[in-house]
């Protein structure tokens, strides 16, 4: 009895959850740079929009 299909199964499908899980963290660091990038905007936009003209920031 050969198990050699077990073993190419098992491989294929070890590299393919070593893929999805590189990828999906991928996906997640930039999803996550890219609202930080955003907060950042708008926080710097309200910052912005509150500062007084004429004072000097504290």
Do not use: H
Not at 1 to 15: H, K, R
Not at 28 to 56: F, S
């Amino acid at each position: 009895m050969s198990y050699q299909n077990y073993v190419i199964a098992a491989y294929a499908v070890f590299a393919i959850v070593l893929a999805w899980d590189f990828v999906s963290s991928r996906l997640q660091i930039r999803r996550e740079l890219r609202a930080a990038r955003q907060r950042a905007a708008r926080q710097a936009g309200q910052a912005g929009a509150r500062k007084p003209t004429g004072e000097l920031s504290r």
